[in-house]
């Protein structure tokens, strides 16, 4: 009889070990075998588990995707005004846990498979939605709702942008440096807007 748990803690190795696979081989040549073999477990328990590489892959995304929601709400309940909020959504999006390599790898991954998986494609649509979201919410404290649309959508590009930029980037990953320059653009704008 298998160990309480070990369901969960053997899903949490395998996501780890096709985060680690991914960014050492790349997700086209990477193989459910590999992965299983990297987590310490057989190739059918992984099939077991996860039916399909896109099906892992997508466990591996909602996975990535708490991970980021969740260090976005610790910002949030740390933030007292609407700039605060701001701000723990961009750090949110740079945690130390998701902003490395690996991950970054990972990340690429999925939004390349998003364009011809479905399910892939709808886990992004809702994280974009969301962000968007928070981001317009906030900084209606600062410009009309429509603006702040505009706005949001320029900060959540350029939050993928860092991310994308770095993932074709051979340098260490530096989140100050990306928090710093999508801080810019937000102040930027804010200020733009008060001036008019």
């Given at each position: 009889m298998p160990k309480v748990g070990?369901?969960?803690?053997?899903?949490r190795?395998?996501?780890s070990a096709t985060v680690d696979a991914i960014h050492e081989s790349?997700?086209?040549?990477?193989?459910?075998?590999?992965?299983?073999?990297?987590?310490?477990?057989?190739?059918?328990?992984?099939?077991?588990?996860f039916g399909s590489k896109d099906?892992?892959?997508?466990?591996?995304?909602?996975h990535l995707l708490n991970e980021l929601g969740r260090a976005i709400r610790e910002g949030l309940a740390?933030?007292?005004?609407?700039?605060?909020?701001?701000?723990?959504?961009?750090?949110?999006?740079?945690?130390?846990d998701q902003f490395r390599p690996a991950v970054i790898a990972a990340w690429l991954a999925f939004y390349v498979q998003s364009r011809t998986t479905e399910s892939n494609k709808r886990?992004?649509?809702?994280?974009?939605?969301?962000?968007?979201?928070?981001?317009?919410?906030?900084?209606?404290a600062f410009m009309p709702r429509d603006k702040a649309r505009h706005v949001a959508e320029g900060t959540a590009s350029m939050i993928d942008?860092?991310?994308?930029?770095?993932?074709?980037?051979?340098?260490?990953?530096?989140?100050?440096?990306?928090?710093?320059?999508?801080?810019d653009y937000v102040e930027t704008q804010i200020a733009a807007h008060k001036a008019q």
């Open positions: 070990m369901e969960a803690e053997r899903r190795s395998l996501i790349g997700y086209s040549d990477v193989t459910m075998a590999q992965i299983a073999k990297r987590a310490g477990v057989s190739g059918g328990l992984v099939h077991h588990y099906q892992l892959l997508a466990a591996t995304m909602r740390r933030a007292e005004t609407p700039r605060e909020r701001i701000t723990a959504i961009i750090e949110g999006n740079f945690a130390v886990l992004l649509s809702i994280y974009a939605a969301r962000l968007a979201s928070n981001l317009t919410h906030n900084l209606k942008g860092v991310w994308i930029r770095q993932a074709l980037s051979d340098t260490h990953t530096d989140r100050q440096a990306a928090i710093a320059m999508v801080e």
